[in-house]
């Protein structure tokens, strides 16, 4: 590595990322469910159990030294299945609906990136180095995981279903990945679009797996569903390749 450039405590974005990424959000879903509607601890409790263990893993994962692999995806898996017990919670037990709880969580996405980009004069992953950029990091990924899950929830309300709605996110993965290829279009502003809309996508698959037959799913366990995605990703950090991102010095600005 070239002395001017510093390690990021986040991996570097490859198709290694995006695999387990999407993993993680599925399972967000089916963990997430699991606790509050399996367990029927319901969606406050559930809040409450994974909003701690978020904090407890954003905590160790801030004072880390160096990127460690299983901490920074211990922290992503957190936060998926609190963003999916909150957005269960606002749209279902507050009665905001799915629209509502959407448009909220996309006004608070955009309100943390807006704070982390006046800050720090860029929002690029690149430069998530310092305890500063690493909490404007998390806070807008627990955002964007709990907009991802009302995102999900509503596409597959609306009449797509759940395997509708999982086209309908896959495709629009395609075109970010087609834009990040073929275009100019900035890096940064395609990697928090494919951030936010892998989370719809594993929602939607989170419940095609665990939904009844009756409503478009395939009815596996919930419990059963969460082992083997959470044994899939082990599998894949151990694997697929995983090193710490880097950035030069002086970092690209958004």
């Known amino acids: 590595m070239d002395k001017s450039e510093t390690l990021t405590k986040v991996p570097a974005v490859t198709l290694g990322f995006w695999i387990i990424k999407i993993l993680a959000t599925t399972l967000g879903e089916t963990g997430g469910d699991t606790v509050s509607m399996t367990m029927n601890l319901g969606y406050l409790v559930g809040t409450a159990i994974f909003a701690g263990a978020l904090v407890v893993l954003v905590v160790a994962q801030t004072v880390a030294k160096k990127f460690h692999p299983f901490l920074y995806w211990a922290t992503i898996i957190a936060s998926t299945t609190a963003g999916t017990t909150m957005a269960d919670f606002a749209d279902r037990s507050l009665g905001i609906g799915y629209p509502g709880g959407s448009i909220v969580l996309f006004a608070l996405v955009m309100a943390s990136l807006a704070a982390w980009y006046f800050t720090e004069g860029t929002v690029s992953v690149q430069t998530v180095s310092t305890p500063r950029v690493e909490a404007f990091y998390w806070i807008t990924i627990t955002f964007s995981q709990t907009l991802g899950t009302a995102l999900g929830d509503w596409a597959a309300d609306s009449g797509l279903g759940y395997d509708g709605g999982a086209l309908v996110f896959g495709a629009a993965l395609a075109v ?15 990697f928090w679009m494919a951030f936010i809309l892998t989370r719809p996508l594993g929602a939607t698959v989170g419940d095609f797996f665990d939904k009844p037959v009756a409503e478009g799913g395939l009815n596996v366990s919930r419990p059963v569903a969460s082992a083997i995605l959470a044994a899939v990703i082990v599998a894949c950090i151990l694997i697929l390749p995983q090193r710490a991102g880097s950035h030069p010095g002086e970092a690209a600005r958004a």
């Not at 970010?176 to 395609?190: N, P």
């Open 176 to 190: 970010i990945a087609a834009l990040y290829f073929w275009t100019r279009v900035s890096h940064v502003l395609l």
